[in-house]
């Protein structure tokens, strides 16, 4: 991986740390927590909610929330998109800016 590469990451980790917090969905609700390692990735980010639902923003600025089913090593499949139940989508991880995932309910 060369040098840029691993500035581009870490610039969209903090993206997404910026996207989390400006949202309120960072702090912790009783008894859940997010943590994200300072060095982490987006793709580390969805690995570590496989199963949850979240919301991806890509480069375009389109917004996809659904279930993270799995997450390869250049494509996120996400099922049962916001509001197209019956849809799965395969995102392209390169070109997701940002992750938010829920943490509470009110």
Known sequence: MNRGNTQARRLAVLGAL???LATGAA???AGQELS????????MVLEQHTGKTVEVTLASGEKL???VVS??????????L?????????????????????????
């Open 27 to 29: 702090a912790p609700a």
């Open 18 to 20: 910026y996207l989390l």
């Open 36 to 43: 994200i390692n300072p060095q982490a990735t987006i793709r």
């Open 65 to 67: 929330s659904g279930k």
């Open 71 to 80: 997450v390869g090593q250049f494509v996120l499949h996400l099922s049962r």
């Open 82 to 106: 916001g509001g197209r139940d019956f849809y799965d989508s395969a995102v392209r991880i390169e070109a997701i800016q940002a992750v938010a995932v829920r943490v509470r309910n009110k």
